[in-house]
């Protein structure tokens, strides 16, 4: 999800990766994964796996305090999943499954009703609404990237009255999730936030500002994409 640096152009094929300094973001704050249980993790828009792979990449992650965390990383497009094979969580072959990787349509291929402890991911702005819908279906806790004017929508003001997130952490650095018709990677146009919503709902939430990030982090995302993007290019060539 990404309103895009302004003057950007999207690529049908293009890949919009999360940061993974976005999620580190997140989870200096919020840690919800418990030692020793089983905990299950869903993000039904895994892309290339970087909300996943900045888990494991945080300081607080611990492969063996945190043995039993299972992911699952669901993505639309079928591109993208052997990026998610590469992760290394894909075999469910006995005590070594760490998780599963799936090709599917989350808003219409029906999960079981609480399968997961919790759902983390990056929709696509367009259909937020529903992605939260359908993710409160399967876990008790949901935690969206989204932009921070989510909340001042017309046509989203009846969900605010009685739904408002629990919490919402505000990224106070913008995030670059595409390049601009240069091919130079800006800032976004508009602020993000990680919103959580959980059962049961409520009315109003509290807000928090999370930590800012070292622009040297920031530049080394940047360069990211850019490699990135000119790997797309060269697959479409």
Request: aromatic letters at 10%.
């Amino acid at each position: 999800m990404s309103s895009t640096n302004r003057g950007g152009t999207r690529h049908p094929q293009d890949f919009y990766g999360t940061p993974i300094w976005t999620t580190h973001r997140l989870l200096d704050t919020w840690w919800p994964f418990p030692t020793g249980k089983r905990f299950r993790v869903l993000d039904p828009c895994a892309g290339d796996g970087a909300i996943f792979r900045a888990i494991v990449t945080h300081p607080k992650w611990d492969p063996v305090a945190y043995k039993k965390v299972e992911f699952h990383a669901n993505e639309l497009r079928v591109g993208c999943i052997p990026r998610l094979r590469r992760l290394g969580f894909h075999r469910l072959d006995g005590a070594s499954a760490r998780g599963q990787v799936s090709h599917g349509d989350f808003l219409h291929d029906l999960l079981p009703h609480d399968a997961y402890d919790m759902v983390l991911t990056n929709p696509p702005f367009s259909k937020a609404v529903e992605f939260r819908e359908t993710a409160l279906e399967v876990a008790p806790v949901v935690t969206l990237l989204l932009r921070l004017n989510f909340l001042s929508s017309r046509s989203r003001h009846d969900l605010f009255q009685s739904h408002m997130p629990t919490q919402t952490r505000i990224l106070p650095n913008r995030p670059c999730f595409a390049l601009n018709d240069d091919g130079i990677p800006g800032s976004d146009s508009t602020e993000y936030a990680w919103m959580t919503w959980g059962r049961p709902v409520c009315k109003v939430g509290a807000i928090e500002v999370l930590g800012l990030t070292p622009p040297a982090v920031i530049s080394a995302a940047r360069a990211t994409l850019v490699t990135a993007a000119k790997a797309a290019r060269k697959r479409r060539a």
